[in-house]
C-alpha cells in the first residue's frame, strides 16, 4: 500500500506500535513505539500536517483505531480501516466462537492440554486456567518465567507450515486450541493443523471497527479509496 501511495507522489507518513517481525525498513519515514500520554496521537498528527488516514493496524489493536478514527471524526479528515477479511470454519472445523480471550480460557475443559498464541498482553487471562496446561508461544522468550505453574513459553517466529504445526501439536498432546481471528493466509496453519489433528479450537472473535468507519479489506480497495479525494 505504501508504495502505491509513494508512486502517486503522496507524502505518506508510517506509524508503527512496534517493529513489525521480519519486515524491511519502510521506504517513508517512520515512528515506532505506542503513544504515551505526553505524546498523544492527535499532537503528532497535527505535527506531522496529516490530513488522510489508511489504518492498516492489527484486527485487535481496537484502541489504536479508535483513538485515529475519533481524532478524523473531529477533525473533519478522511479514514479508512484496511482489515483483511476473518477466518470463517468449514464443515470440517470445530470451532467455539468466544467474546475474548478470557472468554476463552474460561471455556477450556479441566484437564486439556492447550496451545495458544495470544500474545503477551494476554498473559492475565490464564489466572484462572483450569485445564493440564497451557502452551503460550512467543516470538521472543520473556526474561522471567511463567507466573503459573499451569503456564509454558514456547519460542517461535513465523511463519509456519502446517506440517510444523503438526508436529508440535502432536509433541505436545495438543487437545485444544486458542486463536485470535486475525485472518490472512499466513497465520492459518495451526487452523489447517487443528482441523487434520480434529483439535477443537476456540476462536477469539475480532473487535468490532470503529462505528461509522468505512472498512474495506484489501490494498486495491484502500489505493482506489485513496485516489478518490
Request: charged share 20%; aromatic share 8%.
Amino acid at each position: 500500500m505504501i508504495i502505491g501511495l509513494v508512486s502517486r507522489g503522496r507524502n505518506v507518513i508510517a506509524s508503527l506500535p512496534e517493529p513489525e517481525r521480519g519486515m524491511e525498513p519502510l521506504p517513508v519515514p517512520t515512528r515506532l513505539g505506542p503513544f504515551s500520554e505526553r505524546e498523544t496521537l492527535e499532537d503528532w498528527a497535527q505535527a506531522q500536517n496529516v490530513v488522510t488516514v489508511l489504518d492498516a493496524s492489527h484486527p485487535f489493536d481496537d484502541h489504536i483505531s479508535n483513538q485515529a478514527s475519533q481524532y478524523c471524526r473531529r477533525n473533519g479528515l478522511r479514514y479508512l480501516r484496511v482489515l483483511r477479511s476473518s477466518w470463517r470454519p468449514t464443515s470440517q472445523d470445530q470451532w467455539t466462537a468466544c467474546a475474548t480471550t478470557r472468554a476463552a480460557v474460561e471455556a477450556v475443559p479441566i484437564g486439556a492440554r492447550v496451545f495458544s498464541n495470544t500474545g503477551w498482553a494476554s498473559l492475565p487471562d490464564y489466572a484462572t486456567f483450569a485445564g493440564q496446561i497451557v502452551y503460550l508461544r512467543q516470538t521472543r522468550l520473556p526474561s522471567a518465567p511463567p507466573p503459573w505453574p499451569h503456564v509454558r513459553f514456547l519460542e517461535g517466529k513465523p511463519p509456519f507450515s502446517q506440517r510444523e504445526e503438526q508436529q508440535l501439536f502432536e509433541s505436545l498432546r495438543i487437545t485444544r486450541l486458542i486463536s485470535r481471528n486475525v485472518g490472512g493466509i499466513a497465520s492459518m496453519s495451526k487452523l489447517l493443523a487443528a482441523r487434520q489433528l480434529g483439535i477443537r479450537v476456540l476462536m477469539v472473535e475480532r473487535p468490532p471497527a470503529p462505528p461509522g468507519s468505512r472498512v474495506v479489506e484489501s490494498v486495491a480497495e484502500a489505493l482506489a479509496w485513496e485516489a478518490d479525494a
